[in-house]
Nanobody, 124 residues
Framework: QVQLVESGGGLVQAGGSLRLSCAAS????????MGWFRQAPGKEREFVGA????????WYADTVKGRFTISRDNAKNTVYLQMNSLKPEDTAVYYC?????????????????WGQGTQVTVSS
């Protein structure tokens, strides 16, 4: 079984920064992808970005490109989402997810395991 635990959410003013963490346990992730998604009230879950665990290849949604950065720490089995220049429209519950199969990274149904989510609120 795989467990993903997010942390680091909170309340921040527009223009500020937050770093989310996703600690993974339960299996090795050398062949996996880790993704970040977000879901605002009344909206569908939205792709934010992803990283190929072993190669550090990253992908980002256009809405966050240049502002958000995904990285990982192999020794800690942890993936990070550094969020800068935050905007009120970034307000959402942020989820990390693990995907074991090679393929597209932007669709929620491609992912096998999910964390519980962490709230990010950006005030104007």
């Amino acid at each position: 079984q795989v467990q993903l635990v997010e942390s680091g959410g909170g309340l921040v003013q527009a223009g500020g920064s937050l770093r989310l963490s996703c600690a993974a346990s339960g299996r090795t992730f050398s062949s996996s992808y880790m993704g970040w998604f977000r879901q605002a009230p009344g909206k569908e879950r939205e792709f934010v970005g992803a990283i190929r665990w072993s190669w550090s290849t990253t992908w980002y949604a256009d809405t966050v490109k240049g502002r958000f950065t995904i990285s990982r720490d192999n020794a800690k089995n942890t993936v990070y989402l550094q969020m800068n220049s935050l905007k009120p429209e970034d307000t959402a519950v942020y989820y990390c997810a693990a995907k074991l199969r090679i393929g597209p990274v932007a669709q929620p149904y491609e992912y096998d395991y999910w964390g519980q989510g962490t709230q990010v609120t950006v005030s104007s």
